[in-house]
């Protein structure tokens, strides 16, 4: 089975979800007697190419042209297709990131290919083709069986581990023959905040609700997730009422994260809410109602008042960061 993997990249760099898309590739292409090729677009340098083999990517195929420079759906998704012609691909693997989101769909129609999204397994190839995926915002699982002889899944991040699987890998340049009516949009600019984590990226999540009162009070979310070095959260509420911005809104109408630890300080745990966390390694929640929802998810949970609790925690993290 002849694999190809978006190499995704921001700024030159790779982000973790990329690793762990080239390790899934990996394997797959092990099991299947396959080849595991990485597709990478955009300006990035030839050394951090190579890292892929890394990952078990034994071929990149590069397409750098200047139409590239920045993300944008419509070229991505036809320079990746051009890729997966170009390596008579029969899976295509993409992280479903923002970006991942934005082109899986697109390359899809430009193979005619069946697409699944959301993907949490190793797809089952002994007879046919499956894989399961989440469903009803995570509550459910589906096993999908695909028919069609190119396939594109687009995979949760953080669902598979990145795993080192060294290979010679070979570079090759390509050019898509793009011009300029292919670009039909254009990202203008791009304003990163800048010194924080990226919440979708984070291995720890401090996240906050209404039990925190107001605004003036996230100084003890922020101070708790620098000393732990987490990205800060908040619920729906939250960032509706502009204590937060909506960039850390996490659940159903927001982002879905998948954190190996998520703490939901003052937060109730509404259905909505837990859609975009429940996939969490580990849950800890701290409310002063012992029935708020969220207990029934967490895997510890403090009852107690944060105004109480929070100061004891920032003391404790870091005292155990002094050792
Ligand atoms: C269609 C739809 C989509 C939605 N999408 C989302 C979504 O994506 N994300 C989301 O979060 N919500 C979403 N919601 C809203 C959701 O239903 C809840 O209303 C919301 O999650 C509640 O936010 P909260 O827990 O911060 O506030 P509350 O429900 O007000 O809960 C506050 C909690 O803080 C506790 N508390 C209060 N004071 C303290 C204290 N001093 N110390 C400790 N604990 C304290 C309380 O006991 C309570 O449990 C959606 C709703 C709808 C209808």
Redesign the pocket.
């Known amino acids: 089975m002849n694999i190809l993997v978006f190499a995704e990249n921001t700024d030159g760099n790779f982000k973790k979800s990329t690793f762990e898309a080239v390790s899934y590739a990996a394997q797959i292409a092990k099991q299947n007697n396959g080849t595991c090729t990485a597709v990478s677009v955009g300006n990035i340098a030839d050394e951090k190419l190579t890292e892929l083999g890394k990952y078990g990517a034994t071929k990149v195929l590069s397409y750098k042209q200047e139409l590239l420079g920045k993300f944008a759906a419509e070229t991505y998704s036809k320079v990746i297709s051009h890729a997966a012609q170009n390596d008579n691909a029969e899976l295509v693997i993409i992280s479903n990131t923002y970006s991942g989101k934005s082109i899986a769909p697109r390359i899809a129609a430009r193979l005619k290919a069946g697409i699944v999204t959301g993907v949490i397994s190793i797809p089952q190839t002994e007879t046919g083709f499956k894989v399961r995926r989440t469903v009803f915002s995570g509550k459910s699982f589906a096993d999908i069986e695909m028919f069609t002889p190119v396939k594109v899944i687009a995979i949760t991040p953080n669902s598979f581990a990145v795993e080192e699987m060294p290979q010679t890998c070979i570079i090759t340049q390509l050019d898509a023959g793009l011009t300029n009516s292919d670009q039909v949009t254009r990202s203008v600019e791009i304003t990163r905040n800048s010194g924080k984590i990226v919440l979708t990226e984070a291995e720890v999540v401090i996240s906050?609700?209404?039990?925190?009162?107001g605004p003036e009070n996230w100084h003890m979310i922020e101070e708790l997730a620098d000393i732990l070095g987490a990205a800060t959260a908040?619920?729906?509420?939250?960032s509706d009422m502009d204590w937060r911005p909506h960039t850390e809104?996490?659940?159903?109408?927001?982002i879905t994260i998948k954190p190996n630890l998520y703490m939901a300080?003052?937060?109730?745990?509404?259905?909505?809410?837990l859609?975009?966390v429940s996939s969490s390694k580990v849950i800890v929640v701290?409310?002063?109602?012992a029935e708020?929802p969220?207990f029934k998810a967490a895997d510890y949970g403090i009852v107690?008042?944060?105004?109480e609790?929070l100061p004891k925690l920032i003391e404790a993290a870091k005292a155990f960061k002094r050792g």
């Not at 906050?208 to 009162?213: D, E, H, N, V, Y």
């Not at 701290?286 to 109602?289: E, S, T």
């Open positions: 906050a609700g209404r039990g925190m009162k908040c619920s729906k509420p939250v809104h996490v659940g159903q109408t927001g300080i003052g937060i109730s745990g509404a259905i909505q809410h859609a975009g701290i409310n002063k109602d708020a969220f107690g008042d944060a105004f609790v």
